[in-house]
């Protein structure tokens, strides 16, 4: 890894922080950043329980996400280079994380899976 990739992984994580703060806001487990060698979103689902399941994501609302989350906003602007996928992995109605998905290899070294954790109650 080169220094480079480095200050713009650890830059990735701060951010995440942030985004947990705003998309997880009702969770104690609000987003987390993985480094993967998984070749899409869908490849992730072992990061997640197995009754868990990958539905799409409409563009409108993960453009709400990005204006609630201006951090998420921010990351996808670091990674504007690598191809994104997103959606969302769903246990039931009221619990799911909001997933995004880079294929980053090129431009890191590695891959990036997104996850913030939305519970509503």
């Known amino acids: 890894m ?13 951010l995440t922080f942030q985004v947990g ?16 060698s998984q070749p899409n979103l869908e ?12 539905e799409p994501l409409e563009a409108e609302r993960w453009q709400e996400h990005l204006a609630d989350a201006p951090a998420l906003a921010e990351m996808v602007c670091v990674l504007a280079s690598s191809p994104l996928t997103y959606g969302l992995y769903r246990q039931d109605e009221v619990s799911w994380w ?11 070294g590695t891959n990036l899976l997104f996850r ?5 109650t």
């Open 21 to 36: 703060d705003r998309l997880g806001s009702e969770s104690s487990d609000p987003a987390h950043l993985l480094l993967t």
């Open 43 to 54: 490849g992730c689902q072992g990061y997640f329980p197995a009754d868990y399941t990958l």
């Open 98 to 108: 909001v997933c995004a998905f880079w294929a980053a290899q090129e431009q890191l």
């Open 2 to 14: 080169t220094p480079e990739q480095f200050d713009t992984i650890n830059r990735l994580f701060q």
């Open 116 to 120: 913030a954790h939305r519970v509503e």
